[in-house]
């Protein structure tokens, strides 16, 4: 009796066993896509302060923005209301974001 109570506890220790790596797996597999995306996130956190740093030192904004100088009131009032300079920048924000992020690697 004692050996079939013996092989039961193996039986079932066993099947812990599968139930246990499963969870094992799971929580890893979980753990390294965390771990992937907080990568990601922080590349491109990056790519974006370098790509603002490169738009400011090359004041593309101001440039943008003198640009506009020899518009007639109504129209820049409308430009201001819109806030057409502030789109254009992040716009070129974003275009140097995505050529910095190719040089990495996306």
């Not at 109570?5 to 597999?29: C, K, M, P, T, Y």
């Not at 996130?41 to 790519?47: F, G, N, R, S, T």
């Not at 100088?69 to 502030?86: C, E, H, R």
């Amino acid at each position: 009796m004692e050996s079939f109570e013996a092989l039961q506890w193996i039986v079932d220790w066993l099947g812990n066993l599968r139930e246990e790596s499963d969870s094992f797996f799971e929580q890893a597999l979980l753990w390294f896509a965390a771990l992937y995306i907080e990568t990601k996130i922080w590349v491109a956190e990056m790519a974006w302060s370098v790509a603002s740093t490169i738009v400011d030192s090359f004041q593309i904004g101001n440039m943008v923005g003198s640009a506009f100088g020899g518009v007639n009131s109504t129209a820049m009032s409308y430009i201001n209301y819109f806030k057409l300079v502030d789109c254009i920048n992040v716009l070129l924000n974003a275009a140097t974001t995505r050529f910095i992020l190719s040089m990495v690697g996306w």
